[in-house]
């Protein structure tokens, strides 16, 4: 069994409010050198909480994210070699609208099919 570790990626439209709505998952096994993140944006329930939001805008900075945990240059984000210290700094607190929740941790076989179960069972199926 893997050791890992993980938080729940939140869309968070209107800090004032506390509300948001879970969007994504980044996943860090060091054991196996993996570093995942994996998003999922369900937009009516997006507009629910916000109604002018902008998807397009929100899946743009998904996917920077996602880029950055992978090592690719992302503009805006900086560059950071270690993948214990990229999974510290996507999940430390950021007042953005992107925020991650508290760090979980776990044991899996497979990190990556974790990954996806969690994104599965923590932001919900495919619409």
């Given at each position: 069994?893997?050791?890992?570790?993980?938080?729940?990626?939140?869309?968070?439209?209107?800090?004032?409010?506390?509300?948001?709505?879970?969007v994504?998952?980044v996943?860090?096994?060091?054991?196996?050198?993996h570093?995942?993140?994996?998003?999922?944006?369900?937009?009516a329930?997006?507009r629910?909480?916000?109604?002018t939001?902008?998807?397009v805008?929100?899946?743009?900075a998904?996917?920077?994210?996602?880029d950055c945990?992978?090592?690719?240059?992302?503009p805006?984000?900086?560059?950071?070699r270690?993948?214990g210290?990229?999974f510290?700094?996507l999940?430390?607190?950021r007042?953005?609208?992107?925020?991650?929740?508290?760090?979980?941790?776990?044991l899996?076989d497979?990190?990556?099919?974790?990954?996806?179960?969690?994104?599965?069972?923590?932001?919900g199926?495919?619409?």
């Open positions: 069994m893997i050791g890992y570790q993980y938080a729940v990626l939140r869309l968070v439209p209107a800090v004032e409010r506390e509300e948001f709505v879970n994504g998952v996943v860090y096994a060091q054991m196996a050198d570093l995942e993140i994996a998003w999922r944006l369900r937009p329930l997006v629910a909480i916000a109604p939001i902008d998807v805008e929100i899946e743009t998904l996917t920077s994210l996602a945990a992978a090592g690719r240059a992302t805006g984000k900086p560059e950071i270690s993948l210290a990229r510290g700094w999940t430390a607190p007042s953005t609208s992107i925020q991650p929740g508290p760090v979980h941790g776990g899996t497979d990190p990556s099919a974790e990954t996806q179960r969690l994104l599965d069972r923590l932001i199926p495919r619409a």
